[in-house]
């Protein structure tokens, strides 16, 4: 029902086999953790925010009907998808992705300058990583030389070619969690939302 946010980090552990494949486990762990560090860095915390505020200013406009039981929709979402609860399932998508070395470079590229130039542009959805690589000229006249070089050598690296190659695919896994979970507190505000207003309007609900 509501388009869904987000692209940038996330990260991995598969659950189950701990006892019968520890080294697997501990380098998830490991991953997961690095994940966390990422997340942190780059501010995910705020960008899944207004994240959320954008997408259900979205859902408003789509159905006006519904703005006046905003806050209780709002509440439901801060609720039922607090971001302490979000960053462990990306951290678990994240992480089955990339390795915690490769996710602890891309933390460490994502603090310099360009890196955190680059991560803006493709959290607002205004770049995507794989056309560096594809067309890096086509990209060229959104940064200065100095940090389309610096841009290029990370990409170059084995952490930047497999940040590259599963950027997609954990934006996707992240967005699919997202809007599952979404859904899920939507219909049950609404729920909530429809007997409060039976209530306060004597069993006559107008939307």
Same mark, same amino acid.
């Given at each position: 029902?509501?388009?869904?946010?987000?692209?940038?980090?996330?990260?991995?552990?598969?659950?189950?086999?701990?006892?019968?494949?520890?080294?697997?486990?501990?380098?998830?762990?490991?991953?997961?953790?690095?994940?966390?560090?990422?997340?942190?860095?780059?501010?995910?915390?705020?960008?899944?925010?207004?994240?959320?505020? =954008?997408?259900?200013?979205?859902? #408003?406009?789509?159905?006006? !009907? $519904?703005? %006046?039981?905003?806050? /209780?929709?709002?509440?439901?979402?801060?609720?039922?998808?607090?971001?302490?609860?979000?960053?462990?399932?990306?951290?678990?998508?994240?992480?089955?992705?990339?390795?915690?070395?490769?996710?602890?470079?891309?933390?460490?590229?994502?603090?310099?300058?360009?890196?955190?130039?680059?991560?803006?542009?493709?959290?607002?959805?205004?770049?995507?990583?794989? =056309?560096?690589?594809?067309?890096? #000229?086509?990209?060229?006249? !959104? $940064?200065? %030389?100095?940090?389309? /070089?610096?841009?290029?050598?990370?990409?170059?690296?084995?952490?930047?070619?497999?940040?590259?190659?599963?950027?997609?695919?954990?934006?996707?896994?992240?967005?699919?969690?997202?809007?599952?979970?979404?859904?899920?507190?939507?219909?049950?505000?609404?729920?909530?939302?429809?007997?409060?207003?039976?209530?306060?309007?004597?069993?006559?609900?107008?939307?």
């Amino acid at each position: 029902m509501m388009k869904t946010m987000m692209t940038a980090a996330a990260a991995v552990v598969l659950f189950g086999g701990f006892l019968a494949f520890p080294v697997q486990a501990q380098t998830n762990a490991s991953a997961i953790k690095a994940a966390q560090h990422l997340f942190v860095v780059v501010k995910a915390e705020d960008q899944y925010n207004q994240m959320m505020k =954008k997408n259900l200013d979205t859902e #408003m406009q789509k159905k006006p !009907q $519904f703005a %006046q039981f905003r806050p /209780q929709i709002e509440a439901a979402l801060h609720k039922g998808m607090p971001w302490s609860k979000i960053k462990v399932k990306f951290a678990q998508i994240y992480a089955k992705e990339m390795t915690a070395d490769d996710i602890d470079k891309a933390a460490e590229f994502y603090q310099s300058p360009a890196g955190g130039k680059l991560f803006r542009k493709v959290t607002d959805g205004s770049l995507k990583l794989d =056309k560096l690589q594809q067309n890096p #000229m086509e990209v060229a006249s !959104q $940064f200065s %030389q100095e940090e389309l /070089q610096q841009i290029m050598t990370f990409m170059a690296t084995p952490s930047g070619t497999k940040l590259v190659a599963k950027g997609q695919v954990i934006a996707n896994n992240c967005q699919a969690y997202v809007k599952k979970e979404v859904e899920k507190c939507l219909k049950a505000a609404a729920g909530k939302v429809f007997m409060e207003a039976m209530a306060k309007n004597g069993g006559k609900v107008h939307f």
